[in-house]
């Protein structure tokens, strides 16, 4: 590996097809891209929230949708889902999160991203092109010193 005192910063996109493989397909893809640019302390809690983000976006939305990983600087990573949905679920509306009802079969992956996260959030993606509406789901995390 070549060594640098500066590491400009970076940016990847994975689109990913409405398959139920494309999850751990995304995990995978995380772990190395954490591993190229010396960030293996991110590993755990990113792939966490890549995970439920990613899986929320297979389960509910009908289309495509893609993983972008995004370098926030000082060990700090960005990560967010765009998907085909404009539905924002619970907990990324206004109002914050809430925890899940004790006995509920849903709606606790994105709790845990709201638990995990140093800060996260949703926007709508209204107009363009057929297909390019829907919701991006984003969260941050940072490595712990």
Same mark, same amino acid.
């Not at 929320?56 to 289309?63: E, H, I, Q």
């Not at 889902?81 to 009802?101: L, N, S, Y």
């Given at each position: 590996m070549v060594a640098s005192t500066?590491?400009?910063p970076w940016t990847y996109t994975l689109q990913l097809p409405q398959d139920p493989r494309a999850p751990g397909v995304a995990r995978a893809t995380l772990r190395?891209?954490?591993r190229v640019h010396g960030m293996p302390e991110l590993t755990e809690v990113t792939e966490l929230?890549?995970?439920e983000l990613v899986t929320? &976006?297979?389960?509910?939305?009908? $289309?495509p949708y893609s993983l972008r990983l995004r370098d926030a600087g000082r060990s700090r990573i960005r990560l967010s889902?765009?998907?085909?949905?404009?539905?924002?679920? &619970?907990?990324?509306?206004?109002? $914050?999160?809430?925890?899940?009802?004790e006995l509920a079969e849903r709606g606790r992956g994105l709790y845990l991203v709201t638990l995990y996260a140093e800060s996260w959030g949703a926007y709508p993606m209204r107009g363009g092109l057929p297909g390019q509406g829907g919701k991006l789901l984003w969260a941050e995390c940072a490595a712990k010193t």
């Open positions: 500066v590491s400009p190395n891209v954490l929230l890549a995970s929320n &976006a297979y389960l509910y939305s009908s $289309g889902v765009w998907d085909t949905d404009p539905h924002i679920p &619970a907990p990324f509306r206004w109002g $914050g999160p809430q925890t899940p009802e």
